[in-house]
């Protein structure tokens, strides 16, 4: 046991680094130089200045050193949570992703849970009733296969736009500062039910076709229908079905959780949610790549968490991984 | 057993629900101590005092520091920091603001400096000053001493300055740079010595200036990372010209994508967009008149905005075949700027005067020149000019950014126009980023452009025309189609140096320059983008509207306007509906 959780935390730290330098490398392939975006919001009109501006925003930026001087910056940085000013906002990423945080973790945890939760109850008795699945079905395929842009934008002119029950964008109302007062609750909560809504209906799709899929092939499989010659109850067979059928779909629960820092570009996009997704848009359009390494650092760091957690609920869960390690089989 | 944890994967369930549920609650309340990196005065603001504003800012307020234009927030000039004089673009000629006057005298500028002005602290709006002569010193002296000044080439020409009082005398070296120093008088913010004067040179340019010491007519309430508040200054000197707001509060909200806009704009969460909404003449025109979602804009019908700047065609003059005039006529000739004008924009814009002269210079355009000298659409013409340039058939590409959605549309249209007379063009659509490094560097064949804004004079045009040396990297926004020719540069120069009073002088040397533009052709001028401003009458009413002499006022929030021409007084017209 020992052994294994050591090779798993080697394995992840190993990941970590490559996976870290990656993300310090990939936005410098991006053709463009930010300093040139930065200073084109200047209307600067001689070339004497644009030269003393680009020394000073190059500097005040970091980006005058040399390439290997910015990655050893950038490891340095990692290592004492400091990511550098965004150039998009021109504030500390770190502050940056601080803000966008809680409202990427406050629509996405529950829409994926939710959605996990009811898609898999319901899938799984889709399985067994023909009247449900013929319903859960086509409507799951319709709302898995709906793209999140086109769902989110039906969404926002309909229930927005004409019946005005929701309002269309941002994370609340721009009147209401943000603190712990119910009338920024509330207008925190009817700013957060539509974005909520299309992931909602988008994941809850995928997740009842999923279940419904692996219900009906557990109970077709060889250990079912011995249980069920040995004349158990039918509720037994279902439980052994769902309790297998569930392992897979407890992997894409944590690997879906894994990215929930990730934000969803769409939806936060379309809906002017102010979460990481957006966040993910506007540093990608700008060029922002100290903001885009942070971001996505954050992403690294929630996949291997999540992945970390995950090898371990399996040793938990499924006794066939715990049998493995003590060099038993199955 | 197997039962039993069939049971714990459902109480995990349960558990991930209950989660779930409270989630929202937690983490959006959870995101107010970090996102309010200043404590709001007023947590919530009420709608029927708060004008809603949007259009200028693309990402969250964390400057407020009116000599850094890459970073400040909308408001940050005009709302709190103010120039001495305004400009009136719809009427022609200057207002004074925080000067009273201001006169040559021979090689010298006396201005006098408005009595009765407060510097007033955000949010505190206590008042911690009086403005004085003093203050006005000490900002143009920090404009020529410090080389990242964004005036420091403006004030290139004063020698020195002094106060005295009231009075400021500005002494300029040989003779003055006119039209440079006009414009710093209507853009430059006059700065708090007492507070500036106290900061890092590196701060007096780019800090971030988050309680501001300001005169204008609002102070900084309240950031987020989605809006910056105004409360309005309660010491304001605008009663002396008659003015004060109507609103308390003003927030300006961050910039969505278009839709997002027209959604905010349509269900009156927003009063008073400046985003560029395509086809909105239609929900103002089409849909029942301007009662559809009442939506208003300055003009009621075509061409709904005011012009704000000129959209050209510009050709990297230094590659084969565009470095020959036949080829540039060629072009000119080729390209319909109607058909653009009403089939991408619906009739929101304008088709531009050849010389690319906005309307607010209509007086400096000579008409006979543009009629002896002008281009029009006519392919025939173009046909001809080709042959003429020995043009061999070159595969060229014209660029815009990507997602900029109008001129997207647009030069798919003048690329099949171009195309229909044989000349080969293919649109292209970089990133913004690979765009200006194109155009910086001159790695480009043909862009479109309008890095010419509004100003009070047509010196600005020309310079961005003609400005000489061209350089390897032409990081400014001058010449970027990289065009040689020292004789205007010249007449540019000259202009520059010839008295706004000098009406006969200038009109003759822009003449030229007119004559000169019109058979090089080193730009294209096609049409000019509007000022776009679309606002929503539920809550407040009085907004610009040509229709009512008392609201010609300039209808935008954009940098170099909000505080430099007429926006102010147009808030001040602001009343509830």
Known sequence: MRRYFFKKVVTYLVTFFVATTIDWGIPHLMPGNPVEIYLGRFNISSNAQYLALQKTISQAFGVNVPLWKQYLDFWSGVLHWNFGIS????????????????????????????????????????????????????????????????????????????????????????????????????????????????????????????????????????????????????RLVRRYAYRNAVLPQLSGLALALGVVVGGNIVTEVVFQYPGLGHLIFLAITNEDFFLLQGIFLFIIIGVLLANFVIDIAYVLIDPRTRLSMTGATA | MVIRKTKSVARLGAALTAAALAAPLLGAVGSSAASASRIPSTTNYPRSETLYTSGTAYSQPTNFNPNDPGALYTGTMGLLYEPLFLYDPIHGGYKPWLATSGKWQGNTYVMQIRNGVSWVASPTQNVVGTLTGNDVAFSIKLAMTNPTDPWNSNVASVASVSASGQTVT??????????????????????????????????????????????????????????????????WWGAQ?????????????????????????????????????????????????????????????????????????????????????????????????????????????????????????????????????????????????????????????????????????????????????????????????????????????????????????????????????????????????????????????????????????????????????????PQIPLWYNGAWFQAQSTVWAGYPSALNKNDQYTPVMWGGWLGNMTTVYALAQIQRA
């Open chain 1, 87 to 234: 150039f998009y906002a021109t504030a500390p990423v770190t502050h940056i992703i601080a803000q966008a945080v809680p409202y990427t973790l406050a629509l996405l945890i529950p829409a994926i849970v939710l959605s996990y939760v009811l898609g898999n109850r319901i899938g799984a008795m889709a399985a067994r009733r023909k009247v449900l699945d013929n319903v859960v079905l086509p409507i799951g395929y319709l709302f898995q296969a709906a793209p999140f842009a086109w769902l989110a934008l039906a969404l926002s002119y309909f229930l927005a736009v004409r019946l005005r029950w929701f309002p269309p964008s941002l994370g609340s109302n721009p009147g209401i500062g943000a603190g712990w007062n119910w009338a920024f609750i509330w207008s925190a909560i009817r700013h957060w039910f539509l974005p909520f809504l299309s992931v909602f209906l988008v994941s809850f799709g995928g997740w009842a076709i999923g279940m419904r899929n692996l219900v009906i092939y557990e109970l077709e499989t060889d250990y079912a229908r011995y249980l069920r010659s040995l004349g158990a109850s039918q």
């Open chain 2, 241 to 521: 010209l008659g003015l004060s707001f109507h609103f308390k509060y003003l927030c300006d909200v961050v910039n969505g994508s278009n839709n997002v806009e027209l959604a905010n704009l349509t269900t009156g969460q927003l009063d008073w967009s400046n985003n560029f909404l395509p086809g909105i003449s239609v929900l103002v025109n089409g849909l029942g008149g301007n009662s559809a979602y009442g939506i208003k804009t300055y003009y009621p019908k075509a061409p709904y905005m005011l012009s704000a700047n000129t959209a050209w065609l510009e050709m990297n003059t230094t590659k084969a075949p565009m470095n020959n005039v036949n080829f540039r006529r060629a072009v000119a000739a080729a390209i319909n700027p109607q058909s653009i004008v009403s089939g991408v924009y619906t009739n929101i814009v304008k088709a531009a005067n050849p010389t690319g002269l906005l309307p607010n210079l209509d007086k400096y355009i000579n008409k006979n020149v543009v009629k002896k000298y002008g281009f029009s659409y006519n392919p025939g013409l173009a046909k001809k000019y080709l042959k003429a340039s020995g043009y061999k058939g070159q595969k060229l590409t014209l660029e815009v950014p990507n997602g900029w959605t109008d001129w997207e549309a647009a030069i798919q249209n003048i690329s099949n126009q171009l195309n229909a007379v044989g000349i080969h063009v293919t649109p292209t659509y970089p990133q913004y980023s690979v765009r200006e490094s194109d155009l910086i560097n001159g790695t480009y064949d043909m862009a479109i452009d309008n890095n010419a804004g509004p100003d009070s004079t047509p010196w600005s045009y020309f310079q961005r025309v003609y400005n000489l040396p061209i350089l390897a990297k032409q990081g400014a926004t001058l010449n970027w189609e990289r065009y040689t020719d020292p004789k205007a540069w010249a007449l540019v120069q000259e202009a520059g140096r010839t008295p706004l009073s000098n009406g006969a002088k200038l009109d003759s040397i822009y003449s030229q320059l007119e004559t000169q533009f019109l058979q090089a052709l």
């Open chain 2, 170 to 235: 500005v002494t300029f070296k040989g003779t003055p740079a006119y039209t440079e120093w006009q414009d710093y008088l209507w853009h430059a913010p006059v700065l708090p010595a007492a507070q500036w004067g106290a900061l890092s040179s590196t701060d007096q340019i780019s800090g971030a200036n988050m309680t501001p010491v300001s005169t204008g007519p609002m102070t900084l309430d309240s950031t987020s990372s989605t809006q910056a508040c105004f409360q309005t200054n309660p010491h």
